[in-house]
């Protein structure tokens, strides 16, 4: 079992900044594969980013490529999704997911395709 705990949202201007961190604890996970989502109001949950259990290949969703940044800290078993020039339209509760397979295709663009989740965290963007 792996426990994920989401923080660091907030309220932000547009054009500003913040670093989403994703800490689990129950079991290292140095080798899953990691994805961030998010979910606003009345829409589907959509995918942020997703970094393979190696650490080497990353996918970025069409609507953050450029501007988001996820990365791991394995000795802190911690996951962060930096986020930059903020939109109005990046405001969502951002879930960080985790899954113990090692299968590294578009898949992993899928809420199926993970076992475990957090809370959430919530990130609002004001214009």
């Known amino acids: 079992q792996v426990q994920l705990v989401e923080s660091g949202g907030g309220l932000v201007q547009a054009g500003g900044s913040l670093r989403l961190s994703c800490a689990a604890s129950?079991?290292?996970?140095?080798?899953?594969?990691i994805g961030w989502f998010r979910q606003a109001p009345g829409k589907e949950r959509e995918f942020v980013a997703a970094n393979d259990w190696n650490g080497l290949n990353t996918y970025y969703g069409d609507s953050v490529k450029g501007r988001f940044t996820l990365s791991r800290a394995n000795a802190k078993n911690t996951v962060y999704l930096q986020m930059n020039s903020l939109k109005p339209e990046d405001t969502a509760i951002y879930y960080c997911a985790a899954d113990s397979s090692s299968i590294w295709d578009l898949r992993r663009r899928l809420p199926s395709e993970y076992e475990y989740w957090g809370q959430g965290t919530q990130v609002t963007v004001s214009s």
């Open positions: 129950g079991r290292t996970f140095s080798t899953y594969t």
